[in-house]
């Protein structure tokens, strides 16, 4: 009947969402690491196959009970890394997405990077226990993109230095300073 399906196996845990909830305070470094490097894998699987995620969040990492971290949702996914030719459809995660994911201009095109920025937010919402960017909706959200604010992490929080240039990297609003891929 010309209908395309997807099917996909069944997971058994937690999101990294309701993990973060179920936290009473920062999770261990070890931890961190062990779900940010399942992470840009997965991430580095849809980059080289010239794929960008566009809505990597909490509530699309997915925490097993048995074997590592998955990324779920692929639905706002579309192969663009090479593609310049055509228009593509905004899709944005609120709170996570990147200046790039509201315009619509030359100079900001998405790419692995869009999909990075998202993670060094996610690891800021690990850390403090709040969002990094948090507004009352897409307006509010595009209108702090514009600032000149950057996401840092709080100065007094315990990160090892190497977490923390890191995380800031991965969260610069500037297309420029942010790591290229998830190598």
Known sequence: NNTAYMAMPLYEGITLKEARRRM?????QEWLQSVLWSVLA???V?????TLHRDVSPDNIFLQNIGPPVL????????????????????????????EQYA???????GPWTDLY?????????????????????????????????VRLPA??????????????LCEKELEPRYKNAK
Request: charged letters at 25%; one cysteine or more; aromatic letters at 4%.
């Open 24 to 28: 009473s305070g920062p999770p261990p």
């Open 42 to 44: 997965g991430l580095k």
């Open 46 to 50: 849809l980059h080289d196959n010239s």
């Open 72 to 99: 779920l949702d692929l639905g706002a996914a579309r192969r663009a890394i090479l593609d310049t030719s055509q228009k593509h459809t905004a899709i944005l995660k609120v709170n996570y997405a990147p200046i």
């Open 104 to 110: 619509d201009a030359r100079d900001m095109q998405e």
């Open 118 to 150: 998202a993670l060094g937010l996610i690891c800021v919402e690990l850390l403090t226990g709040q969002r990094a960017i948090a507004g009352k909706g897409e307006l509010e959200l595009l209108a702090w993109q514009l600032g000149p604010e950057q």
């Open 156 to 169: 007094e929080l315990a990160v090892p230095w190497g977490l923390r240039r890191l995380v800031d990297k």
